[in-house]
């Protein structure tokens, strides 16, 4: 198992943390003075043992639990289907992220090619709206409005050129620029998703951010306090944005048997208070799995990995429930959903923060 732990040196750390993470935003749930908290609204994933999405579900067969206590359930709204479909309103968008800073350059035209395939997918008539995003050293591109013609952005996709890399992988620097430009990026990319209406699904086809932790590396107080601002403002964001983010790494069977591809989950439980944060809790995988969207590793067909990514949609109940008091600033809730029927795996987001 190969694992890459950032080595003791406070001074990067010390700047990385001032320039990504000082100025983050509180995105939190708070009421006004004699309010009632305001719902948290869910996008509830449930499929069965093989991972096929299940419909039909009532709501009274769903109890959602905030911080391990029954919530009162105060809108209910079952996946649409054949026979019942959804009442008219704004089509889920799917937005494709094509990592080039943290992917190498041989696998990033194999990424390319694999979302070429999706997009080329019933002769290039996309179910959705579609975007591509474009992350390269030179920032984020964002495909400026949704298509559902696939053969027009595949064309496109083939016919760009690849941004030329200037920061290094591997030295301990290379890698404090490379999860800078993440986290810009993530920012960038929140802010051109708020812009859209309804419900959407990221999709960021890397290998993953560096997570910069280790048993080598010690935060001070006023860093670890940075760390948990930047968890906040993302979990926020994308849960009042209605944005599910999912990961897939496009090294496939190349992975196979790497630390990186499990060391992500000792992160992912939820980060109750500053003490205990660390830069491994703003990792793009945990980010992922929090939101309720899936982690794919050792998949080498990319199509195939978007298309399970997108089959949540068929399996996706929203539910809100009513938010539960804090009785501190910041305080964690965790969520946990669970079904009646018996044989089913449910999935959604790991928790909200809280205001008095």
């Known amino acids: ?12 750390i010390f700047c990385f943390l001032r320039v990504s993470l000082a100025s983050a935003a509180q995105q939190t749930d708070a009421a006004e003075p004699g309010e009632a908290a305001p719902p948290v609204k869910l996008a509830v994933v449930v ?12 709501q ?14 105060v809108s209910f ?8 479909p959804a009442a008219k309103e704004l089509p889920v968008q799917i937005v494709i992220v094509i ?11 194999y990424a390319d090619e694999g979302v070429r395939q999706f997009l080329l997918q019933n002769n290039g008539q996309l179910a959705h709206p579609v975007s591509l995003a474009m992350f390269s050293d030179s920032g984020l591109q964002m495909q400026k409005a949704p298509l559902t013609d696939g053969k027009l952005m595949a064309n496109a996709l083939q016919q760009r050129g690849h941004a030329v890399r200037t920061i290094g992988r591997g030295a301990l620097g290379g890698d404090q620029d490379r999860m800078r430009m993440s986290l810009d990026a993530m920012e960038a990319l929140i ?27 010690t935060l001070t107080t006023d860093q670890r306090q940075r760390v948990f ?6 979990s926020g964001e994308l849960r009042q944005s209605g944005m599910t983010l999912y990961s897939i790494d496009p090294l496939g069977l190349s992975d196979a048997g790497d630390g990186r591809t499990t060391y992500y989950q000792n992160f992912t439980k939820g980060l109750l208070k500053p003490a205990n944060a660390d830069l491994g809790d703003v990792g793009l995988q945990v980010l992922a799995e929090q939101s309720g969207g899936q982690v794919i590793f050792g998949n080498s067909a990319i199509a195939s990995s978007i298309n399970r990514c997108i089959s949540d949609l068929d399996g996706t109940y929203l539910i809100s429930i009513e938010g539960a008091p804090a009785e501190r600033a910041n305080e964690f809730h965790s969520l946990a959903v669970k079904v009646a029927a018996p044989g089913l795996k449910v999935r959604t987001r790991n928790g909200y923060y809280a205001q008095p």
Do not use: H
Not at 47 to 58: A, I, M, R
Not at 60 to 73: E, L, R, S
Not at 99 to 108: A, F, I, L, Q, S
């Open 99 to 109: 990592d080039e800073v943290n992917t190498g350059y041989e696998k990033v035209a």
């Open 47 to 58: 499929t069965d043992k093989s991972g096929k999405p299940v419909q039909n579900l009532e």
């Open 1 to 12: 198992m190969r694992v890459r732990f950032a080595g003791r040196c406070g001074f990067w």
């Open 60 to 73: 009274q067969g769903f109890t959602v639990y905030d911080n391990g206590k029954p919530a009162k359930i």
């Open 229 to 234: 601002n930047s968890v906040m403002q993302f």
């Open 77 to 84: 709204r079952a996946p649409p289907t054949a026979a019942a």
């Open 191 to 217: 802010r051109e998703v708020q812009k859209i209406s309804g419900r959407k699904l990221v999709i960021w086809v890397s290998p993953g951010w560096p997570l910069l932790s280790g048993p080598q590396v």
